[in-house]
T-cell receptor, first 110, second 114 residues
């Protein structure tokens, strides 16, 4: 079936540190997105990144579709970055649902 | 502002009392869907709709109904809620017959069935 795998599952940082989150996906997953689920449960769109590199402030993302992975970079982390980061892609055919990875739980300590 | 709006945000109800969670989007998206999120099980699709009057079952449709009478609205109906439907629910929308298929999620509805 469709596979979206994220690593690491948990990450603890001190404020100001940098981090890289990884998402590996099968060749039937398209249109990759990154989300942040904040402590209140809301899913916030970070990047829609089928391929290439995008940056938004301290966050950036790179997707190499031919090698089936995406990376999310967080620089100079802040306590407000805490939460769970999900990557997801659209499965081809059928319901064309979004398939999510299990997430990376990030904790940023002051 | 482009957004998906769900209501209510929080709901506590009793077993068997019918309820509706509303979802509305203002982006003219064709594709809308409902997900539930449970610890250890991740996000699972309940129902989806590829356009007006077109709905279909997702992975966990039992106990739920939906309708898509208008493009912007996609309500989720629990005819007879049970405690195993206690969960965090999300409505999502995205383009379907377009090149940009970025998905947007509502704020979530925390449902507790006692």
């Amino acid at each position: 079936g469709i596979q979206v795998e994220q690593s690491p599952p948990d990450l603890i940082l001190q404020e100001g540190a940098n981090s890289t989150l990884r998402c590996n996906f099968s060749d039937s997953v398209n249109n990759l997105q990154w989300f942040h689920q904040n402590p209140w449960g809301q899913l916030i769109n970070l990047f829609y990144i089928p391929s290439g590199t995008k940056q938004n402030g301290r966050l950036s993302a790179t997707t190499v579709a031919t090698e089936r992975y995406s990376l999310l970079y967080i620089s100079s982390s802040q306590t407000t970055d805490s939460g769970v980061y999900f990557c997801a892609g659209i499965s081809q055919g059928g319901s064309e649902k979004l398939v999510f990875g299990k997430g990376t739980k990030l904790t940023v300590n002051p | 502002e482009a957004q998906v709006t769900q209501n209510p945000r929080y709901l506590i109800t009793v077993t068997g009392k019918k309820l509706t969670v509303t979802c509305s989007q203002n982006m003219n998206h064709e594709y809308m869907s409902w997900y539930r999120q449970d610890p250890g099980l991740g996000l699972r699709q309940i129902y989806y709709s590829m356009n007006v009057e077109v709905t279909d079952k997702g992975d966990v449709p039992e106990g739920y109904k939906v309708s898509r009478k208008e493009k912007r609205n996609f309500p989720l109906i629990l005819e007879s809620p049970s405690p195993n439907q206690t969960s965090l629910y999300f409505c999502a929308s995205r383009g379907y017959e377009t090149r940009n298929t970025e998905a947007f999620f509502g704020q979530g509805t925390r449902l507790t069935v006692v």
